[in-house]
Nanobody, 119 residues
Framework: QVQLVESGGGLVQPGGSLRLSCAVS????????MGWYRQAPGKQRELVAA???????NYADSVKGRFTISRDNARNTVYLQMNSLKPEDTAVYYC?????????????WGQGTQVTVSS
């Protein structure tokens, strides 16, 4: 069994900050690419940020300069530091990771954590 456990969501005022965490656990051999997605009500799920094992990153244009993705390979954990939050950042944020179980990598998802930006 592979689990992705997210934490760190909540309610924050515009301009505030939050830090999301996602830890991968279970019977895994290794973890490859990791990332964060979000889904707002009535909208499709979209990529927010992604990071490779070597630390190369990719961001959605809407969060560049405000969000930072990082990872701790030893702990199979990925983080998303979100600064200068805007109301349009309100969404359920999902962690995603490519996890090797036995021979093959496959994508796994966390349960989602709500981020609400409102005054």
């Amino acid at each position: 069994q592979v689990q992705l456990v997210e934490s760190g969501g909540g309610l924050v005022q515009p301009g505030g900050s939050l830090r999301l965490s996602c830890a991968v656990s279970g019977s895994i051999s290794s973890v490859s690419d990791m990332g964060w997605y979000r889904q707002a009500p009535g909208k499709q799920r979209e990529l927010v940020a992604a990071i490779t094992t070597s630390g190369s990153t990719n961001y959605a244009d809407s969060v560049k300069g405000r969000f930072t993705i990082s990872r701790d390979n030893a702990r199979n954990t990925v983080y998303l530091q979100m600064n200068s939050l805007k109301p349009e950042d309100t969404a359920v944020y999902y962690c995603n990771a490519d996890v090797k179980v036995f021979k093959y990598y496959r994508p796994y998802w966390g349960q989602g954590t709500q981020v609400t930006v409102s005054s």
